[in-house]
């Protein structure tokens, strides 16, 4: 892929994980070239004390040929950036794939990416998704037409397998996951509503419902 370019938005507490899980992936794609883009070069809190280390701003970015949005607590804030926002909808104008991981959609439905498509985002908030006028579809990556879309954290590295795959082959995204050792074998089965007992479901329901109430006031903005 020549001249490949990938760009990550990144913006003050977003969750590290959405951005490096599909990064790690991401960045092995032959003959391409990987941006991690904000409004300064400035490091980047995440939500984990971690912070982000910007090679691009929304001035200099070069033209994307796939653009990422990663989530977390910081997405209610991008949403109502204009910088952020504008910068969102005028890249992905000339994207080749407009992706977002977990909450991420969020920050794309503001730039108006999501209207009339298929989508999934973490699962707390699924039902958010119509306010944006998206269509939930339930599975942990959803791609519909040059727009792909990744469920909570995690599900990023699926969904950068997914693309490489459909860009570069099944035997290049193999030879990745190889080289990263992604053989998932979680000790619990509780990474799913679906399956989580409903005892850690409520243990996680009053923390959801304060970033539900969080997201619900950017989009009225």
């Known amino acids: 892929m020549p001249g490949f370019n990938i760009g990550f938005v990144i913006f003050p507490n977003l969750t590290q994980l959405d951005f490096t899980g599909p990064l790690q992936v991401?960045?092995?794609?032959?003959?391409?070239?990987?941006?991690?883009?904000a409004k300064s070069l400035d490091p980047v809190p995440s939500d984990c004390g971690l912070s982000l280390v910007p090679t691009a701003t929304f001035r200099?970015?070069?033209?994307?040929?796939?653009?990422?949005?990663?989530?977390?607590?910081?997405v209610a804030q991008a949403m109502t950036d204009d910088q952020t926002v504008?910068?969102?909808?005028?890249?992905?104008e000339g994207a080749r794939f407009v992706t977002s991981v977990c909450t991420?959609?969020?920050?794309?439905?503001?730039?108006?990416?999501?209207k009339?498509?298929?989508?999934?985002?973490?699962?707390?908030?699924?039902?958010?998704?119509?306010?944006?006028?998206?269509?939930?579809?339930?599975?942990r990556v959803v791609w519909d037409g040059n727009l792909i879309t990744a469920g909570g954290v995690t599900s990023g590295i699926d969904f950068a397998l997914t693309i490489v795959?459909?860009?570069a082959g099944d035997s290049v995204a193999q030879a990745i996951q190889?080289?990263?050792?992604?053989?998932?074998?979680?000790?619990?089965?509780?990474?799913?509503?679906?399956?989580?007992?409903?005892?850690?479901?409520?243990?996680?329901?009053?923390?959801?419902?304060?970033?539900?109430?969080?997201y619900a006031a950017a989009l009225r903005t």
């Open 86 to 92: 504008d910068f969102v909808k005028r890249q992905a």
């Open 60 to 74: 200099d970015c070069p033209r994307l040929d796939l653009i990422c949005v990663p989530g977390g607590a910081g």
């Open 178 to 214: 190889l080289g990263i050792e992604y053989d998932p074998a979680p000790q619990f089965t509780a990474g799913h509503p679906d399956r989580a007992p409903e005892a850690i479901k409520a243990m996680l329901a009053p923390r959801y419902a304060r970033s539900r109430a969080a």
């Open 165 to 167: 795959a459909g860009i």
């Open 116 to 139: 009339g498509r298929r989508a999934t985002t973490h699962w707390a908030y699924t039902d958010m998704l119509a306010d944006m006028g998206a269509t939930f579809e339930k599975a």
């Open 104 to 114: 991420g959609a969020f920050l794309l439905g503001a730039a108006g990416l999501l």
């Open 26 to 37: 991401l960045n092995r794609l032959p003959d391409s070239k990987t941006y991690i883009v």
